[in-house]
C-alpha cells in the first residue's frame, strides 16, 4: 500500500487540477478517519474515573480497560494494507466506519468490565485501519504538486478529534451538573461520552460514498478506465492519462516487497537504522504523552482539582496540541527535524520536571487531596507547556523521520517494526500509570523527565537529519 510520487508525466511540471475544491473535498473526507482517530483515542479521558466507580475496579483493571484499544489498534494496522489491497481503500474506511460505530454503542452500552474491554478493542482496530488507509489513500489520490499540503490533513485531523473529544466531553458534563455518573436522557453522562462518537463514525461512512476509489487500486485490478477517469479529476485534465497510468504500472511492477528478514544484519540482531526507528518510536511514547491524552481528566481530580474544571484543562491542553502541531507543519522544512526534536526535548524535559515537583506537594487530609496555590498552578502550567513541545517536536517530527530516513529497499518493513514498537510503547505508558500514580504520582513524572532527557543524546548521537535529501539518499 505504497503509493507514487513521481510528477505525472506532462513535460510542464505538475498539473493543477481543475477541481482543486474538489481534491481537497476527497482529502477532508479520507482525513475523518484521522477525526476519529483522535477522537476515539482520547475519549475515554472523561470516562475513567466513572468507570472506576460504576464496575468498582482497582487501578490494574482499569488501566487494562483503557490499554485495550491498543490491541485492537496495534491488529488493525497490522492487517489495513493486505485488506485495503484486496477488496479496496474505500470498503476499508466504510469496514472502519461500521466498527467505530459498534465500538460507539457498545462502549456506551456495557453490562460488564470485559464487555467494555472488548468493544475497546473493537474501536482499537477502527483506530489501526484508519491510521494506516487514511495516509495511503490521500497520497494515492493527491496531485504531486499539492501532496505534502493534503498528506498535512491527517495529522490536523487527528489533533482536531482529540480537541473535540474534550469539547464533547466537557458539554456533556455540564449538562449533568459536574458529575460523571449523572443521569442525563436515561443514561449516565459517561455513558453519552463514550457515545456521541457514533455521529462522526456515520458521517465518514456517509462520506466514504462520495469519494472515488484510489486510482492506484483500480488499475492493480484492472479497472484501468475508471483509474483515467479519477486521475483526471484530482490531477487535471490536461494530463498525458495514458502516461500516467503506464507510470503508475511501472512503478506497482518494480516495487520491493520488503520483509522482516531484509532488516537483519546489525550488530544487534537488527540493522542500526531500524533500530534507530525503533528508539525514535519508543521515547516518543515513554515521555507520557499519552497519560495526558487519556488520563488528563482523573489525574487532575486526583490532585483536588473539581470535576468540572478538570474536565476544561483537558479541552485546553487538546487546542495547545492543535497550535503546536501547525507549528511544527510550518518549521519541520525550515529548521529542519533534529534541531525541531531537540527544542521539544529540552522543553518537555523542564516541563516535565516542573509538574513533577508540584505534585511532589499533593496532601490529602480526611480524604480531601488537595495542592497548594503555586504548585497547582506551576502544575497546570507545566502539563500545557508538556504537550505544547511535544506537539510541536517529536509529535510530528518522529513521523516524518520514520518516512525518510529508512532506505527504499527496507522502508515499508522497517516503518512496520518501528510503529509496532510504538504501539508497544504506548501500551506500556497506559497500563502503567494508574499503579504508578496511586504508588506516587511526582515519581511518575520524574521517570518520564528521566526519557524526556535522554531522548537529548539520543537525537544528537544518532539521528539524521533527513532535511532536503531525496528517499533514494538513504543509503
Not at 482496530?125 to 494506516?132: C, D, L, Q, T
Not at 483536588?304 to 484543562?313: A, C, E, H, K, N
Amino acid at each position: 500500500m505504497t503509493s507514487t510520487a513521481k510528477a505525472p508525466a506532462t513535460g510542464g511540471g505538475p498539473a493543477r487540477p481543475d477541481h482543486l475544491g474538489h481534491v481537497i473535498f476527497i482529502t477532508a473526507a479520507a482525513a475523518m478517519g484521522g477525526f476519529l482517530f483522535g477522537y476515539d483515542s482520547s475519549v475515554i479521558n472523561g470516562a475513567v474515573v466513572a468507570v472506576r466507580d460504576r464496575f468498582e475496579v482497582g487501578s490494574e483493571a482499569l488501566a487494562q480497560v483503557i490499554a485495550a484499544a491498543l490491541i485492537g489498534c496495534a491488529i488493525g494496522a497490522a492487517t489495513a494494507g493486505r485488506i485495503a489491497d484486496r477488496i479496496g481503500r474505500i470498503r476499508c474506511m466504510q469496514i472502519a466506519s461500521v466498527l467505530f460505530t459498534a465500538s460507539a454503542l457498545g462502549s456506551a452500552l456495557p453490562f460488564a468490565l470485559w464487555d467494555l474491554a472488548m468493544w475497546r478493542v473493537v474501536g482499537g482496530f477502527a483506530i489501526g485501519m484508519a491510521s494506516v488507509i487514511g495516509p495511503a489513500y490521500i497520497a494515492e489520490v493527491s496531485p504531486p504538486a499539492y501532496r505534502g499540503r493534503l498528506a498535512s490533513f491527517q495529522q490536523a485531523a487527528i489533533v482536531i478529534g482529540i480537541a473535540v473529544s474534550q469539547l464533547v466531553n466537557w458539554g456533556i458534563l455540564n449538562l449533568a451538573d459536574g458529575e460523571q455518573r449523572g443521569v442525563v436522557g436515561g443514561l449516565e453522562a459517561w455513558q453519552w461520552m463514550l457515545g456521541v462518537m457514533v455521529v462522526p463514525a456515520a458521517l465518514y461512512g456517509l462520506l466514504s460514498f462520495a469519494i472515488p476509489e484510489s486510482p492506484r487500486f483500480l488499475i492493480s485490478v484492472g479497472r484501468t478506465e475508471q483509474a483515467r477517469k479519477v486521475l483526471s479529476e484530482v490531477e487535471g485534465s490536461h494530463i498525458d492519462l495514458d502516461a500516467r497510468v503506464s507510470e503508475i504500472e511501472l512503478a506497482m511492477r518494480s516495487e520491493h516487497r520488503s520483509t522482516f528478514k531484509d532488516l537483519l544484519g546489525g550488530r544487534f540482531g537488527l540493522l542500526p537504522i531500524v533500530w534507530v526507528g525503533i528508539g525514535l518510536s519508543v521515547f516518543q511514547q515513554l515521555v507520557g504523552i499519552n497519560v495526558i491524552f487519556y488520563y488528563s481528566s482523573s489525574l487532575w481530580q486526583s490532585v483536588g482539582i473539581d470535576p468540572s474544571s478538570s474536565f476544561l484543562y483537558s479541552f485546553t491542553t487538546s487546542i495547545i496540541n492543535i497550535i503546536g502541531t501547525v507549528i511544527a507543519m510550518i518549521f519541520v522544512d525550515r529548521l529542519g527535524r533534529k534541531p525541531l526534536a531537540l527544542i521539544g526535548s529540552v522543553g518537555m524535559a523542564v516541563s516535565l520536571a516542573a509538574a513533577a515537583w508540584a505534585f511532589s506537594y499533593k496532601t490529602e487530609i480526611a480524604g480531601e487531596i488537595s495542592m497548594p496555590e503555586t504548585q497547582g498552578t506551576v502544575a497546570l502550567v507545566a502539563a500545557h507547556s508538556f504537550v505544547l513541545f511535544f506537539a510541536l517536536s517529536w509529535g510530528v517530527v518522529v513521523w516524518v523521520l520514520l518516512g525518510e530516513m529508512f532506505p527504499n529497499r527496507i522502508r515499508a518493513a522497517a516503518l512496520g517494526v518501528a510503529a509496532a514498537a510504538q504501539w508497544v510503547a504506548n501500551w506500556v505508558i497506559t497500563v502503567t500509570f494508574p499503579t504508578l500514580s496511586d504508588w506516587n504520582l511526582s515519581g511518575a513524572y520524574v521517570i518520564y523527565t528521566a526519557f524526556a532527557l535522554l531522548s537529548i543524546p539520543f537525537i544528537l548521537k544518532w539521528v539524521p537529519e533527513t532535511k532536503g535529501k531525496a528517499l533514494e539518499e538513504m543509503g
